[in-house]
């Protein structure tokens, strides 16, 4: 169960530079008010244009970034809580600054126990096989040196990785390091799972193993999994999500399953439906 | 601590996965030195067959009758050079470097002259970029200041003047170096070569641990592990830390065999570096292992990519590498402050090691404070740092 609760974030950037002059600061307001509720054994989506705010919002949630206001819960454990003990939510601390990083508090840590995330950067350690490079994380998850091999096995299965398993990850190819670095995200068997674009750069048989994976995952046999996936493909939302939240220009400005999307948008099409909720402007024009 | 453990076994491993990368850090930390050592041997062991041939190259020995008498007196033997031709291919071979014993020019007028006590004038050529000839010269200048005395002693004893007057006092020389103190001049080199084992390194490690994990895109799910940066980054820095004072460790073996082939005999009964010097080198590496990879990985972690990361180490490779030039530069002494500079104070402890001094906790103990300083500053700092690095 993850909630996010009308988030924001904005950074500073500088723009314009010349050789000997400093640009000026600007504000960009990455995200300004995103609120998705992700329930367990459900896929949600996350359907955004480039840009939108979808991966900022996921890396609050991974507490990599501290909102500048919002509330984000996961599995009623608040990310950047003083507390970690479960059940007993804590309100978030105040806000802390433009881009400010600072410890993580007992809360973020006991989120990040609960869940597996797949950000958008994903790199393996290329001088260990794909086993160790799971193996590594589970044990810093906690677990047994045992037991994260038995899991990496396992999850080889799900994945259909077993043949590259004990290969060093130098050599692999796109959807072998996307797989692998997916099996390193659920080593704990997490009960969510945070998975940023998934399917870039993967050709048609990987994107269809993972989309199986997931809805396996989602199902009671794999454990009712909370999943939330962003993503800016409109046929993976349709195929596979149960809900979709719409992000367009830092907001979510709609969500619901697709039939209902359509419904709203009073369209044939979910492409259409989603530039018509999206860009509402654009059409207007 | 479980987390750090795990971390560090990790970083190990794959570090020492990277053979290539090793291999290129060890051929210059373990060759390198002893190679050098071998030269320099080398070179004193041809001062010392020099010094032992006891020979005067002369021109113009018919010349000087008197002189060459004294010469031999001295059980000294007298290669002689005659023509004009012989003397300037010998001249030349002076300057650039062939020969290695300075030229002794007698004038035709000698004996003429110093019969008429009109003081000849006797040249001894030499080439002050030459080193081997150049060391030469003092021996047939002292040997040339012999004769000045022995003659004036004669003319003086035969008017009846006492010898005594033209000694008003006597000289007697006595070096208080120990043998060792006299071999380390020679082996001062050696921590040089240490400290370098140590930057090599931790170097590599440093980086990829720091950079190279942000480049390679794997810091981010790192970070998304419960794990406290606190834990991370000690794991990392003792794997770090652990290949540096490995390096050493080799570095300072290579030194044992290298001493068995070392040319010159006396020079080798001087030379002493057995185990236990191998141990106290060591021992006295931990404080600049430590707080030398703790600085690299500090430097490392705000820099986007492994490139930059080599960039901005130059500086701290280039200070640590001439830490020891400045015992060279400034031979007068050792400075209390030597002992406060990471690098300076390693090269300074294990100079005195190897002079066969006993250390004492005063000279070792500023070397450990600030190195530990060093390290638990640094590492405050990357802990800190690396959420930063990863929400840019």
Redesign the interface.
């Given at each position: 169960m993850i909630d996010i609760q009308d988030v924001h974030k904005q950074f500073t950037t500088r723009t314009g530079a010349g050789l000997f002059k400093r640009g000026r600061k600007s504000v960009v307001h990455a995200v300004q008010g995103v609120s998705v509720t992700a329930a367990n054994g459900r896929i949600t989506g996350l359907l955004g244009a480039n840009g939108a705010g979808k991966t900022t919002t996921l890396?609050m949630l991974?507490?990599?970034?501290a909102p500048d206001s919002g509330h984000i819960a996961v599995d009623g454990i608040v990310v950047g809580s003083r507390e970690s003990a479960m059940g007993r939510p804590e309100p978030a601390q105040p806000p802390r600054g433009v881009?400010g990083?600072?410890?993580?508090t007992g809360g973020t840590?006991?989120a990040?126990?609960r869940?597996g995330?797949?950000?958008d950067?994903?790199?393996?350690?290329?001088?260990?096989s794909a086993r160790?490079n799971i193996a590594?994380?589970g044990?810093?998850?906690?677990m047994e040196l045992d037991a994260a091999n038995a899991r990496a096995e396992e999850l080889a299965r799900l994945l259909e990785m077993q043949s590259i398993l004990d290969r060093r990850a130098e050599g692999f190819s796109q959807g072998e390091r996307m797989k692998t670095?997916l099996a390193?995200?659920l080593v704990h068997d997490p009960a969510n799972i945070v998975l940023d674009e998934p399917t870039n750069g993967l050709d048609v048989l990987a994107t269809r193993a993972l989309r199986e994976a997931l809805r396996w995952l989602r199902s009671p046999e794999g454990g009712s999994k909370c999943i939330v996936f962003s993503t800016h493909i409109m046929q993976e939302v349709e195929q596979l999500c149960d809900e979709v939240v719409i992000v367009s220009h830092g907001r979510s400005v709609a969500h619901g399953n697709v039939p209902a999307l359509l419904e709203l948008a009073g369209e044939q099409r979910f492409e259409d439906a989603f530039v018509k909720l999206a860009f509402p402007e654009e059409i207007a024009a | 601590m479980t987390q750090a453990w795990i971390v560090f076994t990790k970083e190990l491993a794959d570090a020492l996965r990277d053979r290539r990368t090793l291999l290129r850090i060890l051929i210059p930390a373990l060759l390198m030195g002893p190679l050098l050592l071998m030269a320099l041997s080398g070179l004193i062991a041809s001062f010392e067959e020099r010094a032992e041939k006891r020979e005067v190259v002369v021109y113009g020995a018919d010349n000087g009758p008197t002189l060459v008498n004294y010469l031999q007196r001295q059980t000294y033997t007298i290669n002689s050079i005659k023509g004009d031709v012989l003397r300037e291919g010998y001249e030349k071979g002076l300057r650039e470097g062939k020969m290695a014993a300075p030229l002794l020019v007698i004038p035709a007028d000698f004996e003429a002259k110093l019969l008429a006590g009109e003081a000849p004038v006797v040249e001894v050529m030499s080439d002050s970029a030459n080193q081997r000839a150049q060391a030469s010269v003092g021996a047939v200048k002292g040997l040339l200041y012999g004769f000045n005395q022995e003659r004036a002693s004669l003319n003086l004893a035969m008017r009846g003047v006492s010898i005594e007057l033209l000694k008003p006092i006597d000289i007697e020389e006595r070096d208080l170096a120990s043998v060792q103190a006299r071999a380390a001049r020679l082996s001062s080199i050696i921590p040089m070569f240490i400290i370098m084992a140590v930057l090599y390194g931790a170097l590599t490690a440093a980086l990829d641990s720091t950079a190279g994990e942000r480049e390679r895109g794997s810091l981010e799910p790192l970070l998304m592990n419960p794990a406290p940066h606190g834990a991370i980054v000690v794991g990392k820095w003792g794997a770090v830390a652990l290949l540096g004072m490995a390096v050493a460790l080799l570095s300072s073996l290579s030194f044992v065999p290298a001493q068995w082939l070392l040319r010159s005999d006396s020079l080798q009964a001087m030379f002493q570096f057995g185990m236990p010097e191998v141990l106290a080198f060591w021992l006295l590496q931990i404080p600049l292992a430590a707080g030398l990879s703790a600085m690299l990985m500090a430097l490392a972690i705000r820099s986007k990519t492994f490139k930059e990361a080599q960039a901005g180490s130059t500086l701290i490779v280039t200070a640590i590498s001439l830490a020891p030039m400045v015992t060279l530069l400034n031979p007068g002494g050792e400075a209390a402050w030597y002992l406060w500079v990471p690098g300076l104070a390693q090269n300074t402890l294990m100079l005195a090691v190897l002079k066969g001094e006993t250390l004492r906790w005063g000279q070792v103990l500023p070397g450990v404070v600030v190195g530990f300083a060093l390290t638990a500053v640094a590492l405050f700092y990357v802990a800190r740092s690396m959420r930063a690095a990863v929400a840019r």
């Open positions: 890396r991974a507490g990599l970034l881009g990083a600072t410890r993580r840590l006991a990040l126990a869940m995330i797949l950000g950067a994903h790199g393996l350690y290329p001088r260990l160790e590594y994380f044990r810093l998850q906690g670095a390193r995200a | -």
